[in-house]
């Protein structure tokens, strides 16, 4: 296997989110579950993405494990590797992204990094610097508040100086529309300077599609999915067929089930609109975390309705609720008992037949993924913006839906389980 792109994500629906996001550009695409063992074999393909639970870990926890991807990808000939990131750049001031990019930069010889998150498509846009959400700077909008990861800057030169080791420069939107030439120039001109990385504006696709040219020209890069697309665009070959075209060919069966976790404002008017497609339960997260009976309860309640159509479990809440909770038991012990207890339901449907699973949140998606045992996905069609139909390329035939909880329409779910057959 030869890649032409290589890409490690730090977390699962992330990854998902760039392997629609490149398949949809012409590049067959497989998303592998965490460093591929040696006996997993994967069809011929144009581009891999190893996805990692790393956003919210130890800094050097995701260090070892994102430069352990890294060496694997370049062993089968990845030329350039992306480090892929939320797109609302999820991180603190003790990382993940800056020490991560440090390392795969330092690995690769490279004495600067072009870095966007950036992806139109989504409604992210950076101006002079600074992360937009629609109309309005990342720290004046509902996505400031997510639960590990509060992001309360929209200045990203700021925010990843105090998580780097080296100085971040800015590659301005007037750099940028005067195309990828001038983009490497400026790249060119920052590193001499002595910066690190360099956060670089984006409105249109066709920035983008700019900033993915001249990203090509260097070994890594660290964005999300709309650097992916720009890359994806640079490379693809025009008039490929449809990488995804043939991934619900072969229908799946079996029943269908819904999780969700995340407690973003999109994925709780998401779970009020299945209320009218599907039975909900929505789980007490307190009760979770201190009485192993709320799963046993939870999983009575499904096994009565599960035969007869979808169902949907969620253990979502607000945000004021969620920070309540944090501050009774801890993040860290409030998180791992939420999404463990999902997983072990995860894994309780699949035990009764369950093949067609719907999960919202990402840090909830890792821990399914993870629970299931899952190590690599073929990408289907497109659901919503940024997240694709996954089907599993090895073992018992399952059709999943990872989503962030920012990501889809208000009928998501319903729209999901109507593509998974």
Known sequence: MTLSLGCVADDYTGASD?????????????QTIGIPAD??????????????????????????????????????GAAHVMFKICSTFDSTDQGNIGPVLDALREDAGEAIALVTPAFPETGRSVYQGHLFVGAVPLDESPLKDHPLNPMRDANLVRVLARQSAGPVG??????????????RERLAALAGEGKAAAIADAIFDADLETLGRAALAHKVSCGASGLGLGLARALAQPGSADPAA??????????????????????LQQIEAAEALMPVLRLDPERLIAEGAA???????????????????????SPEAVRALQARHGVERAGHAIEGALAHLAAAFVARGVRRLVV????????????LGLRAFRVGPEIAAGVPVL???????????LK?????GRDFFGRALGMMR
Do not use: Y
């Not at 581009?47 to 800094?59: D, N, Y």
């Not at 029943?255 to 407690?263: F, K, R, Y």
């Not at 962030?404 to 889809?408: A, D, E, K, T, Y």
């Open 404 to 408: 962030s909880g920012n990501f889809g």
């Open 170 to 183: 800015l590659i301005d939107m007037a750099t940028v529309a005067k195309g990828a030439d001038s983009v």
């Open 391 to 401: 089907r599993t390329a090895a073992g018992e035939p399952m059709l999943l839906a």
């Open 246 to 267: 043939d991934v619900l060919a072969e229908p799946v069966g079996g029943l269908a089930a819904c999780l969700a976790g995340s407690c973003s404002q999109v994925t």
């Open 18 to 30: 760039l392997a629609n996001t490149l398949t949809k550009a012409g590049l067959r695409t497989v």
């Open 39 to 76: 006996d997993l074999a994967l069809p011929e393909v144009d581009a891999v993405v190893v996805a990692l639970k790393s956003r919210s870990i130890p800094a050097d926890r995701a260090v070892a494990l994102s430069r352990e991807a890294d060496a694997w990808l370049r062993g089968r």
């Open 295 to 317: 799963i046993e309860e939870a999983l009575a309640w499904a096994g009565e309705r599960v035969e007869s159509g979808p169902v949907l479990i969620a253990s979502s809440a």
């Open 360 to 371: 919202a949140g990402g840090e909830t998606s890792g821990a399914v993924v993870d629970h």
